[in-house]
């Protein structure tokens, strides 16, 4: 907000259009899996600041185990239903998909993939009475086939984490994201403010 950019979501971008992107600074904060303290701690911060985000669901989960798992975190709980409905009411978060179960999508067979890209979309619509249009693939990890399911699959964007060149008109469906923590807020900041 300092540096003058307006927070949009995939469907605001897709009203907008993306030959008038450039007309203002956008900028689009994305947050995968729905922890629990995405409600707590994020959502009153766009609320206060009166900005947006897109949050990436796995509904078939109660927890991401390969957090646990590989980072030796607890297991961190998931979003309760009445709070994801309370962020989708407050028009500030868009709900997208990132698999029923947080599949490793490139391992899985055909059939898994095609069940945990169609079916999370699927659930969500049914579930929130909402529109689900974009796709953060989980772990980051994709590949051709991949993509061709999440674009037959009814989605018009799809994020990753390190691949992808950043240029929304290079590929929708393979769109890089710049992670931030506390050791990359400087390089975040140096690249926002170019």
Known sequence: KLLGYTTITFRDLEKIGLKNRFK?????????????????????????????????????????SFDAKNHGERKL???????????????LVEIGSHTLTHANLPIVSHAERVNEIRGSKEFLERKYGIKVTSFAYPYGQLNEEVKKVVLESG??????????????????????RS???????????IKTTK
């Open 24 to 64: 203002k600074k956008y900028i689009i904060l994305t947050a995968d899996d729905g922890y629990e303290n995405n409600y707590e701690y994020m959502f009153p911060l766009l609320v206060k600041h009166n900005m947006k985000a897109v949050i990436y669901l796995a509904p078939g989960l109660d927890h991401i």
């Open 77 to 91: 709980p998931l979003m309760h239903e009445s709070q994801v409905r309370e962020l989708i009411k407050s028009g």
């Open 155 to 176: 989605y018009t964007t799809a994020v990753s984490t390190n691949t992808g060149t950043g240029k929304f008109e290079d590929d929708l469906f393979e769109i890089r």
């Open 179 to 189: 992670g931030i923590n506390r050791k990359s807020l400087i390089d975040f900041f």
